[in-house]
């Protein structure tokens, strides 16, 4: 802790008396259902002390000079970290007091050197060895449910007295005073006790349950939202739990606030894996966190298609890539489906283009003039699109065919299209574009859709084969209508969204939105690198959370855009 502890027993709970060691220790072996047996011993004194953060202190500034520099801080905190040994200054930084002198440090340190953790304590090492887990059954809840990990000391804790850390802000103070007490009792915990949850050791779990653990102690998700992340990590195997666990009786308990600490820690990468489990475990045996049964670990993944959105114009950006390279498309289809197993490799692939900017009126599709007159669309003089189909045929993708249509009339273009390639068995619906319909009268965001358009072009589309579906972009959910044909995929094209929260936000969102019906993303806009670039797997960290906090949402699709494809998919 780095901390004087004759400090902090004088000053902070001068009204107990700490009880002298005595080698007459009782000892007691008892059994328990859920952990085995364990070795007991009475007569304990226990203290506890927390962190003070400076934004719960209201006094004037003064001036401490650090390494050569004079920082400010409020008196009252700095009065109180005189008694603690830290606290979290409002910049973040951790002011410390040790050695008769201030400290800053990112992370806060025990007596050794060591990042201080909730469930660390300190202890005389003649006593109880460093390393050593024990629970203080004496305790109150939650704290005696807790394994302990002896792991520092002081130059005041003698014999049979061990000092807890409660965590940071007034709520671990009011911890530290009502743990602090005489006459307990201390189990140690043996070291071959089964352990209730083993990691996969071919996975470690996911930055974005880390980004929701951040959260979480941040109060920007609820509790809900939470569980439901670490939910997700059982089902999906990444954490593995005994079926036979045995939970404790009686009725479920809110989550105390010591596991928010420690999952606030954890994330901030303060503590390890360890403690994080531990909580875990608490949650579980204490029936908060429900643990799925065998048959519910093998459902499918929620996601129904995984890949790419693609079109003739994806190299106008430095990290595009043009939609003829099919190899490196189905590639791409490949390894975005890994990311969400179940899911079937695919694409939106962009065929009708509109022809000029804002005051477009005619859409461009890349296939020769079939006999008759229609309105608002120009044709090339060969057929582009063919090849690529054949090739997603060949690898057994699924697509969409989507238009930019302008004015013209979208049951023609559907017709013209779905004709043309509806022998495809890559292809499965078409889709429209609505940012571009009819943009020319509506600039910027396009001609909002009325109920009777989606419920006819949905019906229209199923024509060409029943199992098809429309697809319908836009980012503003009020331009789709309020039509839920089941056979349409809503999907959002937001962008310059700014953060990985905001993003999960949004297309929560979204999902709320549209329910029940199927919802869809595109993900990977080059105005949003800045943030999802630093994601170890940027696709499955941005919509697992929306996954883990909407559990029912009905997802079709979640596509890479082209625009920034090689930054995230190198070309190999």
């Known amino acids: 802790m780095k901390i004087i502890?004759?400090?902090?027993?004088?000053?902070?709970?001068?009204?107990?008396?700490?009880?002298?060691?005595?080698?007459s220790t009782t000892t007691s072996n008892v059994k328990n259902s859920s952990t085995g047996t364990q070795i007991c011993s009475d007569g304990w004194y226990v203290s506890g002390y927390f962190l003070p953060l400076e934004t719960d202190y209201t006094s004037k500034l003064i001036q401490i000079p650090i390494d050569a520099k004079i920082h400010?801080?409020?008196?009252?905190?700095?009065?109180?970290?005189?008694?603690?040994?830290?606290?979290?200054?409002i910049s973040g930084d951790y002011l410390g007091s040790y050695d008769e002198e201030f400290h800053l440090s990112k992370t806060p340190l025990d007596s050794l050197g060591n990042n201080l953790i909730v469930g660390s304590i300190a202890v005389d090492?003649?006593?109880?060895?460093?390393?050593?887990?024990?629970?203080?059954?004496?305790?109150?809840?939650?704290?005696?449910?807790?394994?302990?990990?002896?792991?520092?000391?002081?130059?005041?804790?003698?014999?049979?007295?061990?000092v807890v850390y409660t965590g940071n802000g007034l709520d671990a103070?009011?911890?530290?005073?009502?743990?602090?007490?005489?006459?307990?009792?201390?189990c140690i915990v043996s070291e071959s006790m089964p352990a209730i949850q083993l990691f996969?050791?071919?996975?470690?779990?996911?930055?974005?349950?880390?980004?929701?653990?951040?959260?979480?102690?941040?109060?920007?998700?609820?509790?809900?939202?939470?569980?439901?992340?670490?939910?997700?990590?059982?089902?999906?195997?990444?954490?593995?739990?005994?079926?036979?666990?045995?939970?404790?009786?009686?009725?479920?308990?809110?989550?105390?606030?010591?596991?928010?600490?420690?999952?606030?820690?954890?994330?901030?990468?303060?503590?390890?894996?360890?403690?994080?489990?531990?909580?875990?475990?608490?949650?579980?045996?204490?029936?908060?966190?429900?643990?799925?049964?065998?048959?519910?670990?093998?459902?499918?993944?929620?996601?129904?298609?995984?890949?790419?959105?693609?079109?003739?114009?994806?190299?106008?950006n430095a990290f595009g890539q043009n939609q003829t390279n099919t190899d490196y498309w189905i590639s791409v289809a490949h390894e975005m489906s890994k990311q969400f197993p179940g899911s079937k490799p695919g694409g939106i692939l962009v065929i009708g283009y509109i022809q000029g900017a804002n005051s477009a009126t005619k859409t461009a599709l890349p296939f020769p003039k079939p006999f008759g007159i229609y309105?608002?669309?120009?044709?090339?003089?060969?057929?582009?699109?063919?090849?690529?189909?054949?090739?997603?045929?060949?690898?057994?993708?699924?697509?969409?065919?989507?238009?930019?249509?302008?004015?013209?009339?979208?049951?023609?273009?559907?017709?013209?299209?779905?004709?043309?390639?509806k022998h495809h068995p890559s292809v499965m619906g078409f889709g429209v574009d609505v940012e571009w319909y009819h943009q020319s009268k509506y600039p910027g965001h396009g001609k909002p859709l009325t109920d009777d358009e989606v419920n006819n072009w949905a019906e229209k589309v199923k024509t060409y084969n029943a199992n098809y579906s429309l697809t319908l972009t836009h980012w503003d959910a009020t331009y789709l209508s309020n039509a839920r044909p089941v056979n349409v995929l809503f999907l959002t094209d937001s962008e310059h969204i700014g953060s990985l929260s905001a993003a999960v936000g949004n297309y929560t969102a979204w999902v709320d939105h549209f329910a029940p019906a199927q919802v869809g993303f595109y993900l990977g806009y080059p105005s949003d690198m800045a943030w999802w670039s630093k994601l170890a797997d940027p696709a499955s960290s941005i919509i697992n959370p929306v996954i883990a906090a909407r559990p029912n949402a009905n997802i079709g699709g979640v596509y890479w855009v082209h625009f920034s494809a090689t930054k995230v998919f190198p070309i190999k």
């Open 125 to 162: 090492p003649e006593t109880i060895k460093f390393g050593t887990k024990i629970t203080i059954p004496t305790l109150p809840s939650p704290w005696n449910t807790m394994i302990f990990s002896s792991n520092d000391t002081g130059s005041s804790i003698k014999g049979k007295h061990i």
């Open 200 to 316: 996969k050791v071919d996975q470690k779990i996911p930055d974005w349950i880390k980004n929701n653990a951040r959260w979480w102690t941040n109060n920007s998700i609820d509790d809900q939202t939470f569980m439901n992340g670490i939910q997700f990590l059982i089902k999906e195997n990444i954490i593995h739990v005994e079926h036979n666990v045995e939970k404790s009786e009686g009725q479920q308990l809110t989550i105390p606030n010591w596991i928010k600490i420690t999952v606030g820690f954890w994330a901030n990468e303060q503590t390890g894996d360890t403690e994080f489990i531990q909580a875990l475990q608490w949650l579980i045996t204490n029936n908060i966190l429900h643990v799925p049964q065998k048959q519910e670990l093998a459902s499918p993944s929620k996601i129904e298609m995984a890949g790419w959105w693609s079109s003739q114009y994806g190299t106008n």
């Open 375 to 421: 309105p608002n669309v120009n044709f090339s003089s060969a057929d582009t699109i063919e090849p690529l189909l054949t090739a997603y045929d060949n690898a057994g993708l699924k697509v969409y065919l989507q238009v930019e249509s302008a004015d013209a009339d979208i049951p023609m273009l559907m017709d013209l299209i779905m004709t043309r390639y």
């Open 72 to 89: 400010d801080f409020k008196s009252d905190f700095v009065d109180e970290v005189r008694i603690q040994g830290w606290g979290k200054t």
């Open 5 to 23: 502890f004759t400090i902090l027993v004088a000053t902070l709970f001068t009204v107990l008396v700490i009880p002298a060691y005595s080698q």
């Open 173 to 186: 103070k009011n911890e530290a005073f009502q743990i602090s007490s005489d006459n307990n009792s201390i």
